[in-house]
């Protein structure tokens, strides 16, 4: 099932980088392009994947389509293994706590956004590029209040989170939320689709009671995209996704700068195989911890 999933479709133009099967579909249609094996593990059951690509250079937006198919297959297969345990998500259409949170994206999705736009009628370029500047302005207008507060050199990390909690202070829904929906659904950001909960939804309130419980992913893709971009780059840091387009839009030249593909795509892996190992062995751990805390 995951093999026809995965099937390509026979696009006109196959974009240069995409997740694949390993049945050789891929390779009977494509055989100029190369293809890269590659395992991961979900809740102790192997998924065996392979990523294909065209030879030649990428920009980092090219990067994306392939990492949110690999993050829908993951969160997909991880939805199914999670019912064989008798638990699910708890995340529904409509259900809408979680986009009042800051959502961080990698500067290879907002460069991929930027372009995606620019490819819309102009009428919904119009109405998506004045959303953009709207929430900009929102949000850029309380920035200062934030970094007066905020004056310290803190540590990535802790920068970040500190700036999602100012965030979430500020009560914000998230630009695309219409109505309690999403009107980029297909195109939303790598963090949304890899924030689903196994909580009650109540859990996710920006003042709920207690934390809700994420679903355990082996892996987030958004963290590999952010890790990549800043890896190829040599310095990056995640963007606001309200400030996105502009970002993008002010750094054509970044936008715009190549790699060859094999140097991306096993930067890529790399980084992916990295993390999946790390959350492995940190889990190992809090488990032996557990069980060593057990009389
Ligand atoms: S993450 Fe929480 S708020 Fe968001 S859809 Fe899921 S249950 Fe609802
Ligand atoms: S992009 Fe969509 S899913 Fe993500 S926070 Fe905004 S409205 Fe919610």
Sequence with gaps: MLSRALEPSRPAVMPPVVLCDRQGYTQRLYPDRRVIPFD?????????????YAQ????LADLVPMARTLSDVLTG??????EGFDRSASCRVGCAHCCYYLVPVSPAEAFHLERKIRTLPPPQQRAIVGVFRMAGRRLLKRLPEYQLQHADTDRSAERLQRLSDWYASLHLA???LVNNL???YNLRP???REYWVTSAPDCCRIDGKTPPTLAPL??????VLTDVCAELEGESEPVLLPVALPFAESQPERCRRTWPAHVAVERFLDVLLHH???NSMADREGFCATDAATP
């Design 40 to 52: 991961l593990d979900i809740l102790g059951r192997r998924l065996p994947l392979a990523i294909s």
């Design 77 to 82: 297969q991880l939805r199914v293994t999670l």
């Design 190 to 192: 790598l963090a949304c």
């Design 218 to 223: 082996p892996v987030r893709i958004a963290e």
């Design 174 to 176: 998230c630009p695309f």
């Design 276 to 278: 999946a190992h790390r």
């Design 182 to 184: 999403c009107v980029i």
């Design 56 to 59: 030649g250079p990428v920009i």
